[in-house]
């Protein structure tokens, strides 16, 4: 499980960071990375401020499910679904391919 990890880094080292995860795990195991996930298009979204963040200070940022699912799959990882909190934060769920 990772929280607010993935958020800090560009998208090569976020990759680095989950493939290296995938080495740590077996076959049956199952990754959860508590993330905020932009939502699409105009809708309102907090996140989006928090990626402006990111960007200027870190050069990280937030993303959406087509970008979590993107980074699990060249990771070595199926996004199986994305859990909606009662929180600005989101589970998202993976598993090794």
């Known amino acids: 499980m990772l929280k607010s990890v993935i958020h800090d880094w560009d998208d090569e080292a976020a990759i680095e960071i989950l493939r290296a995860c ?11 990375v508590v ?12 996140a989006k401020f928090s990626d402006l963040n990111m960007l200027v200070i870190l050069a990280g940022q937030e993303r ?12 070595g990882f199926t996004l199986n679904h994305i859990v909606r909190t009662g929180s600005p934060y989101n589970i998202i769920e993976g598993t090794p391919v």
Not at 22 to 32: H, I, P, S, V
Request: glycine residues 2%.
């Open 22 to 32: 995938r080495a740590a795990m077996d076959e049956r195991g199952k990754l959860l």
């Open 35 to 46: 993330e905020r996930v932009i939502r699409p298009e105009n809708e309102p979204d907090p």
């Open 64 to 75: 959406t499910a087509d970008d979590f699912e993107l980074l699990y799959t060249e990771a």
